[in-house]
């Protein structure tokens, strides 16, 4: 089954004019042609498409994301250093979230103590 530009742009969000960008940058390079020159994607292009959104999604440049590729592209003697560039992105990503989580319980206090004082004007005012 095939999908057209326009059918990918609906699915995954994405406009079209991002789609060409990330073909034209060799991050799509499978992506086939009919006769006449309309793109024609496949599940694996859907899939490669959901994977480069995650890894962009969570601050991979898409400089490494095309290196990802351009690894992916050279088949099963680059799966070792495809897994090191993930296991790099994941400890990235881990620290990311540590980063916000401690960012979120400054937010969290900060809630909690205005509300205390809000209530403690509320109750001055009503006696």
Same mark, same amino acid.
């Given at each position: 089954?095939?999908? *057209?530009?326009? !059918?990918?742009?609906?699915? $995954?969000?994405?406009?079209?004019?991002?789609?060409?960008?990330?073909?034209?940058?060799?991050?799509?390079? *499978?992506?086939?042609?009919?006769?006449?020159?309309?793109?024609?994607? $496949?599940?694996?292009?859907?899939?490669?498409?959901?994977?480069?959104?995650?890894?962009?999604?969570?601050?991979?440049?898409?400089?490494?994301?095309?290196?990802?590729?351009?690894? *992916?592209?050279?088949?099963?003697?680059?799966?070792?250093?495809?897994?090191?560039?993930?296991?790099?992105?994941?400890?990235?990503?881990?620290?990311?979230?540590?980063?916000?989580?401690?960012?979120?319980?400054?937010?969290?206090?900060?809630?909690?103590?205005?509300?205390? !004082?809000?209530?403690?004007? !509320?109750?001055?005012?009503?006696?």
């Amino acid at each position: 089954m095939f999908f *057209s530009i326009k !059918q990918v742009s609906e699915k $995954t969000n994405l406009p079209s004019h991002v789609l060409r960008y990330y073909e034209s940058e060799g991050l799509l390079p *499978s992506v086939g042609r009919s006769r006449n020159g309309i793109r024609r994607y $496949t599940e694996d292009d859907l899939e490669w498409l959901a994977l480069i959104c995650c890894l962009k999604n969570t601050g991979m440049s898409i400089k490494q994301i095309k290196s990802f590729v351009e690894l *992916s592209v050279q088949g099963d003697s680059t799966l070792l250093e495809r897994c090191g560039l993930l296991r790099e992105h994941k400890a990235m990503v881990e620290n990311q979230i540590a980063e916000m989580q401690k960012h979120l319980e400054k937010v969290t206090c900060k809630i909690e103590y205005f509300t205390r !004082q809000y209530e403690a004007a !509320q109750t001055a005012m009503a006696d």
